[in-house]
């Protein structure tokens, strides 16, 4: 058992919900659930040692209700709270709460949540930590003039960011001075009414580039790197596979871009599991810090995968009070792991919500293969929450044979009843541009655009 920790309260759902229950359950620490009415019937609601309702579907009433969360927390007294990742879980307010009623956080402190939740303040600790950020303004920019400032500086196109957004959301690409003062305005508008917080800052538009993040821990006073994932197949920012180790760093680059995070924790004197996230220049080679998730990521089983590291563990431990026993040199990334996103969407009308019942489901099987999922056969995906039903992630001694035994996981998986992404993973995975490992953030959109083109005609007319 985690020293310290006898009982932990779980504010989430789904695959992340039962990922935590079962690392709990194996370091005997006991699992409290906390669902809303719309989860009733999950496996997540089965499988905890306790299940308590938390309120309606809707997630403002259930999985955001900060309250009713701590004070199921404080009525069943549990003595930490791991909040997943999503609703909660990078909210300073929620973590504030729990340090004020005395409940544990699975995570870092209310005030590093806060700092590096505003991209401002975090690309300031960056820059402290001698971490390169992407150029652009130093701060907040407010007014049109300072806007063009910027653009004589770095040259367009330019990107505006909300301080608070995340997500994929909050951004605009701005490619001419033509339209940057209607642009700040409506993104500053947008980010008011999305996050609360209008503050936006300006940064140099990069247009060939990967997305690369290091998974990082810490107990307070050892930070650890556990390697770098590659994020980059994305669709509208956001991330469909995962895989570690990226492609396209070299020894050199892989150990600067994973010390620029190490640098980065102990500037800020992070606790427990993060993800600092990176933007690589494929024409430059040259790499940006552009934001920290204070939190576990959803493809955290790729650096599992790698490294043997079981991450919830290594959160609860954190969190009950016991020191990292590991040391860097013990951290040894071994084969390629490969995961993919597996959505209850529809990928033939523009990756729409598909919610419904799960009329028959087949896990894939095999050495290598591990999948994330808390569906079943006859589950009913509720149409209240995030499309995302599981996560199927394969390992291989190598990237090929990653890729090889994900696309035989994928033909074994059966997802029946709904439309899923199934196929459109196996469409990537077979595609000559993932294959290759050259390609960019606008990967997948161009691939998609391509499908939609007409092929060309090869028949003849005789006159």
């Known amino acids: 058992m985690a020293e310290g920790l006898s009982s932990v309260l779980i504010a989430n759902r789904g695959e992340i919900a039962l990922r935590i229950i079962r690392a709990c359950q194996e370091l005997g620490i006991r699992s409290v659930l906390v669902y809303s009415e719309g989860d009733a019937d999950s496996l997540p609601v089965k499988l905890a040692d306790k299940a308590v309702c938390i309120g309606p579907a809707q997630v403002n009433l259930s999985y955001r209700n900060a309250e ?17 990742y999503g609703f909660l879980s990078e909210n300073a307010d929620f973590a504030a709460l729990c340090e004020r009623e005395g409940v544990g956080f699975v995570g870092p402190s209310s005030e590093i949540i806060r700092r590096m939740g505003d991209k401002i303040e975090a690309k300031e600790i960056a820059r402290r930590a001698g971490v390169p950020t992407v150029p652009g303004s130093l701060g907040a920019v407010a007014e049109f003039a300072e806007a063009v400032d910027v653009a004589r500086e770095v040259g367009f196109p330019l990107l505006i960011k909300a301080a608070a957004g995340g997500g994929g959301r909050g951004m605009r690409v701005v490619a001419s001075i033509d339209t940057l003062e209607r642009d700040l305005s409506e993104i500053m508008s947008e980010a008011e009414v999305a996050f609360g917080d209008p503050s936006v800052y300006i940064e140099r538009y990069l247009t060939d580039i990967r997305h690369i993040e290091v998974q990082v821990i810490s107990d307070g006073d050892t930070v650890l790197h556990l390697g770098e994932r590659d994020c980059t197949a994305q669709r509208r920012n956001q991330k469909l596979i995962e895989e570690s180790p990226s492609p396209v760093l070299d020894e050199q680059l892989r150990a600067a871009v994973t010390g620029a995070a190490v640098a980065l924790c102990r500037e800020v004197g992070y606790t427990n599991a993060g993800t600092v996230e990176f933007v690589f220049d494929n024409i430059t080679r040259a790499f940006y810090f552009i934001e920290m998730n204070t939190r576990i990521q959803v493809e955290h089983p790729v650096t599992e995968m790698v490294t043997g590291i079981d991450l919830i563990k290594a959160q609860l431990r954190i969190a009950g009070g016991e020191p990292l026993t590991l040391t860097q040199d013990d951290i040894v990334l071994t084969g390629h792991a490969i995961e993919c996103r597996l959505n ?7 990756f729409a919500p598909n919610p419904g019942v799960i009329t028959r489901f087949r896990a894939p099987g095999g050495f290598g293969v591990r999948i994330d999922t808390h569906v079943e056969t006859g589950y009913a995906i509720p149409p209240f929450y995030d499309s995302m039903i599981g996560k199927l992630i394969c390992w291989g001694s190598d990237r090929n044979e990653a890729i090889a035994r994900t696309q035989r996981a994928l033909r074994e998986l059966q997802l029946d009843g709904v439309a899923t992404t199934v196929a459109f993973h196996q469409e990537i995975l077979g595609s000559e541009g993932f294959r290759s490992g050259q390609f960019n953030t606008a990967f997948v959109a161009n691939l998609m655009a391509a499908r939609e083109q007409p092929a060309p005609s090869t028949s003849s007319s005789v006159n």
């Open 344 to 350: 209850a969407e529809d990928p033939e009308r523009g």
């Open 68 to 84: 009713a969360i701590v004070g199921a927390a404080l009525a069943l007294k549990v003595d930490a709270i791991h909040p997943g």
